[in-house]
């Protein structure tokens, strides 16, 4: 997992990206399986290569959405190895 954050003089949040990378989950948009970001002007969520536009509520709550799917694809895997 990455987590890239970038603060104004104020500690007020003005840029995120979190993402998820794994290649043998998905090759393409660089590995990326899951992210959250607003690098492009607004908020959004991607998942293997699609994009979806996402309500914002605060930080707070985009790492708790992150951090969970990341749990749920995390234990997915560890499945499938073990079948």
Known sequence: MK???TVDKLEQIVRYSLSYINFNLYAKDNGR???YDNCHGY???HYMGNEEHIDFINFEDIV???EQEWRVL???VKEQKNK
């Open 64 to 66: 708790s959405q992150f």
């Open 33 to 35: 399986v899951l992210g």
């Open 43 to 45: 908020h959004h969520k």
């Open 3 to 5: 987590y890239f954050v």
């Open 74 to 76: 995390h234990e997915k």
